[in-house]
Structures are given as C-alpha cells and as structure tokens.
C-alpha cells in the first residue's frame, strides 16, 4: 500500500494555487496555477491533476483575519471546499493560512526571482506553504491526554 498523497490549494478571486505533497517523504512540492474566472477555478485543470495524483484527501487553505474572523475571502475558500468535497468525493480539510502569501513573496524576494516570474509563483508557494503545514501536523506525535494521577 502506497503512502497517502494529497493536493492542497491557496484559493484566489483570479488564481489557484496548487501543491503536491505526500505523507512518505513529509514534503509539499508547488505543482501548478489554475485561472479563477467569477469565481469558478479551472475545473478540467484540477480533473486531470486530480486523476493523475490520486489523492487521499485535499487541503484547501483558509484565510481568517489575525483576529480569527471571517471575511469574504473565508467564505469563497470553504464555498471551493464543499465545491470539492461535492465533485471529487474526497475529504477536504480547511488549514489556516494566514501570511503564506507574504511568506510566499518573500521567500521570492530572497531567491531574487524576477518581479515578472514571482506573480506567476507566489499562489503555487503559497499552496505548498499550506499543504506543509497540514503534513507537518500529521507528524506532529498527538499528545495524550494527563491524569492528575501522573502529576
């Protein structure tokens, strides 16, 4: 039995950022940028990499406010993770995202990409940013719970 796959998206009013990663190696790789068009991603896109990658479930990133509340961005990311529950019949799991795009930009800043070329691949990053997160989690040991017994 193969290690688990998953895909993970930094959503967008006009791109998608896609990342592959997996629990084996730990890691989440930039994959590719879909095009968003009134709110509707670039589904034959995410049909093909879907088939191809066959993930085990698919990470969609959430962008709250660094008060914890919701804005209009947070209801389009969790409206494209039930639009992806719905199509591909997958688990989706909501990661919190703050700052990945800004991580994202200046980790481009850093490897002096091209201004050109970093619009192209801040969402990608981004994406990878949060599908680390979520595989980082998973090999997070989980904590049992203590009993006043142990103390």
């Known amino acids: 039995?193969?290690?688990?796959?998953?895909?993970?998206?930094?959503?967008?009013?006009?791109?998608?950022?896609?990342?592959?990663?997996?629990?084996?190696?730990?890691?989440?790789?930039?994959?590719?940028?879909?095009?968003?068009?009134?709110?509707?991603?670039?589904?034959?896109?995410?049909?093909?990499?879907?088939?191809?990658?066959?993930p085990a479930a698919l990470i969609v990133g959430l962008p709250l406010n660094m008060d914890d509340s919701e804005n209009a961005m947070t209801r389009a990311a969790r409206k494209f993770g039930h639009r992806l529950?719905?199509?591909?019949?997958?688990?989706?799991?909501m990661v919190d995202e703050r700052l990945t795009s800004v991580d994202a930009k200046n980790t481009l800043v850093e490897s002096r990409v091209p201004w050109k070329q970093r619009k192209a691949k801040v969402d990608k990053l981004a994406a990878q940013t949060i599908l680390q997160a979520y595989l980082?989690?998973?090999?997070?040991?989980?904590?049992?719970p203590r009993h006043a017994a142990d103390d």
């Open 85 to 93: 529950h719905a199509r591909y019949n997958l688990p989706v799991h």
């Open 1 to 54: 039995m193969r290690a688990p796959t998953y895909l993970g998206f930094d959503y967008g009013t006009k791109y998608l950022g896609i990342a592959v990663g997996g629990s084996a190696s730990g890691l989440a790789e930039p994959l590719a940028t879909a095009s968003v068009r009134q709110g509707v991603p670039d589904w034959p896109l995410l049909d093909r990499l879907t088939n191809e990658w066959k």
């Open 136 to 144: 980082d989690e998973q090999r997070r040991p989980k904590m049992e």
